[in-house]
């Protein structure tokens, strides 16, 4: 049971480029979250979805695209990145975030020059 | 909008001292409170979520409380060891703004001295 794990660890882009960033679970979770991590800011919720095939704008969805074609799979794309896209991203999922907790990835640290 | 406050932002305690840590929210109406712990370049892990029908949830020397009333809830660590320096992380889970999300709070870096 690997819990919920994010592909890659690490990457520097630089402005303009694109890249997709990879979340999977094994857990069978319905709900799915992306957020972004930035000092002084503290974690922020990008986009989510609550099953296959939906997704959902959060806090701070501009600039990012997400698809949820799998029930395991959540996937969040970023079609020209920009400085102010350096962050650490974490994926989450839950069963129901209204009676249970959320399960973290180890993060996504990105670097746009 | 919700917001979540962490105080103190920063706690240096020596080994085996009991500890409390803060948080505070503006609205009331949640369905949830989650604590977590991060440490340096990881991910969180969950510690305690307290539903918001409950005054208090117990794991191992954690217990947190809630008074979704006031709008607060303390993490309350017993007999803190040199293991437990990290950031702690509240977040709360409501439907504000027609969104379904966690709201965190900022975090506490706890230091705990040997």
Known sequence: NAGVTQTPKFRVLKTGQSMTLLCAQDMNHEYMYWYRQDPGMGLRLIHYSVGEGTTAKGEVPDGYNVSRLKKQNFLLGLESAAPSQTSVYFCASSYSPVSYEQYFGPGTRLTVT | ?114
């Open chain 2, 1 to 114: 909008k919700q917001e979540v406050t962490q105080i103190p932002a920063a706690l240096s305690v020596p080994e085996g001292e009991n500890l409390v840590l803060n948080c505070s929210f503006t609205d009331s109406a949640i369905y949830n409170l989650q604590w977590f712990r991060q440490d340096p370049g990881k991910g969180l892990t969950s510690l305690l979520l307290i539903q918001s029908s409950q005054r208090e949830q117990t794991s191992g020397r954690l217990n947190a409380s809630l008074d979704k009333s006031s709008g607060r809830s303390t993490l309350y660590i017993a007999a803190s060891q040199p293991g437990d320096s990290a950031t702690y992380l509240c977040a709360v889970y409501d439907s504000g703004a027609g969104s379904y999300q966690l709201t965190f709070g900022k975090g506490t870096k706890l230091s705990v001295i040997p």
